[in-house]
């Protein structure tokens, strides 16, 4: 399954993740050489995208069939107009357990030959090519010197931030994630007066191949990882009630909390970046989603001590939403594909603090006998077990729910949670499959060889690393 080297962290970030997984509670349970397996298949996996695209399906505008048969006919389009070269799946399958969910399976990793030009881009650049985007102009960070329109080029990925734009011949450590056409000469992508837009290299040859869905039924399907789409099925909306999405942007998780509810009721969502309050707004347009208000303000300060106070704008008095989403901010080491790192242990360190500020708050915000959902896309101890032990010490009036659907695996061992906590609470853990996959096969790591789950479960266990407790407040 390893087609590129392990995720590249810093010293003391690498030390603070394996003292993480092989902590006291995980060794005395299953011992030094299965905790440190877990640990090496953890940072192999998070360099690799997972096996499976997944679209949230705009279900609140059209049932699950129609949209997975207009999808289809799209992306094969896409197909038949040449905007990649070779035979892409567009085998949409829907899921059994989440009415809302479709997969494309993904092709890769593919043989795919190097070429002699190459073009080096920025690692969030880099990542988004392996999950089937063109690579945009704004990504691109050094092309040859004489790189015209319609030049095949390879496309290499910058793992440690080191090109600088404008580039010519980089030669730093970079990884290659696919072939394609440039769409502008050099002169165009670094010459121009005006900020630069638009494809800049149309990938034809990736190594990782799936359709690009920009601009593919906008309102009808919207990419999202599986994980992320769980959420708002665990947080429950109910149509007519009040909810609050306190860390909102891009408005993702918003707008399925919306359409869950057929559009009838309030969802509340704030963010405290105001460009990306207007992402929210733009999203909730696209997805004809009227019930959403999206707020420019700091969450932490969202409650106010006066019950008088008007509900319509934040701050809003205690008590006043029926179930609050904390998706909360994070170190975000569970994403994939991640090839590198650049955080210091200290950054990784100041979200605990952030995120118990804004967890008071929801507390306080949370009507007697609403539901609060917490979540991560992070695989740390701090930011998810301990943060359960810290809330249900700090908190007596919250108590652990059961999560519907619960397809993750169970929390993890090292907070002195129980081990019925740890059986309510829910941890997406790609490398766990992995682990299985590499125990089919033996001695033989090789990434074509067919995965010993049969799909769902493939799906479900291939995502982003990924964190959800669910709380009731009495």
């Known amino acids: 399954m390893s087609v590129f080297p392990r995720i590249d962290l810093k010293q003391e970030v ?61 992306l094969k389009q896409q197909q038949n ?62 092309t040859p010197k004489f790189m015209k329109k319609g030049d095949m080029v390879s496309v290499f990925s910058d793992l440690e931030g080191k090109c600088t734009r404008g580039n010519k011949d980089f030669q730093g450590k970079r ?19 005006e900020p630069v837009k638009g494809v800049g290299i149309r990938m034809v040859e990736p190594l990782y191949q799936s359709p690009s869905f920009d601009r593919v039924l906008p309102s009808m399907a ?24 306190m860390c909102a942007a891009p408005g993702g998780k918003t707008c399925h909390i919306a359409a869950l509810m057929c559009g009838q009721g309030e969802v509340v969502a704030l963010d405290k970046i105001r460009g990306k309050v207007e992402r929210i707004r733009q999203n909730a347009k696209t997805l004809h989603l009227e019930c959403i208000k999206a707020h420019c303000f700091n969450s932490i300060q969202a409650v106010c001590s006066d019950q008088a106070q008007d509900t319509q704008e934040p ?72 943060q359960v032990a810290w809330a249900l010490n700090t908190f007596p009036c919250l108590t652990l729910q059961p999560q519907e659907p619960h397809i993750g695996a169970g929390g993890m061992l090292g907070a002195g949670l129980s081990s019925e906590q740890l059986r309510l609470l829910q941890r997406f853990s790609p490398e766990l ?6 125990e089919a096969h033996g001695e033989d790591d090789s990434p074509t060889k067919p995965s010993p789950c049969p799909f769902p479960q493939q799906a479900n266990k291939d995502t982003i690393g990924f964190f959800i407790a669910k709380f009731l407040k009495s």
């Not at 990884?175 to 007066?193: H, K, L, P």
């Open 81 to 142: 107009c040449g905007s990649k070269i070779g035979d892409v799946s567009v085998n949409l399958l829907p899921h059994p357990h989440i009415p809302d969910v479709l997969f494309l399976p993904v092709i890769g990793p593919r043989p795919v030959v190097q070429l002699s030009s190459e073009v080096i881009v920025g690692a969030q650049c880099g990542s988004a090519v392996l999950r089937g985007a063109h690579v945009f102009a704004p990504g691109i960070l050094a």
């Open 222 to 245: 919207f990419l999202q990882n599986l994980p992320s789409v769980v959420v708002g099925h665990v947080l429950g909306p109910r149509p007519g009630e009040r909810i609050l999405d």
């Open 433 to 438: 499959g992995w682990i299985l996959e590499a």
């Open 315 to 386: 701050p809003f008095p205690p008590e006043r939403f029926d179930r609050v989403l904390l998706d909360a901010p994070c170190s975000g080491l569970g994403q994939r594909p991640n090839m590198a790192c650049t955080w210091s242990l200290k950054e990784i360190c100041s979200y605990p603090p952030l995120q118990r500020k804004l967890f008071s708050t929801a507390v306080r915000l949370l009507k007697r006998g609403g539901v609060l959902v917490y979540s991560t896309c992070t695989v740390t101890l701090s930011e998810n077990e301990e």
């Open 14 to 74: 690498y030390d603070y993740l394996r003292n993480v997984f092989t902590n006291k509670e995980v060794l005395a349970a299953v011992g030094q050489g299965k905790a440190e397996q877990r640990f090496q298949k953890l940072l192999s996996c998070l360099s690799h995208p997972p096996r499976f695209t997944c679209v949230r399906a705009s279900t609140h505008l059209a049932p699950l069939e129609e949209i997975q048969t207009r999808l289809q006919e799209e």
């Open 175 to 193: 990884v290659f994630v696919g072939n394609g056409v440039a769409e502008m000469d050099r002169s165009n992508i670094f010459c121009s007066d």
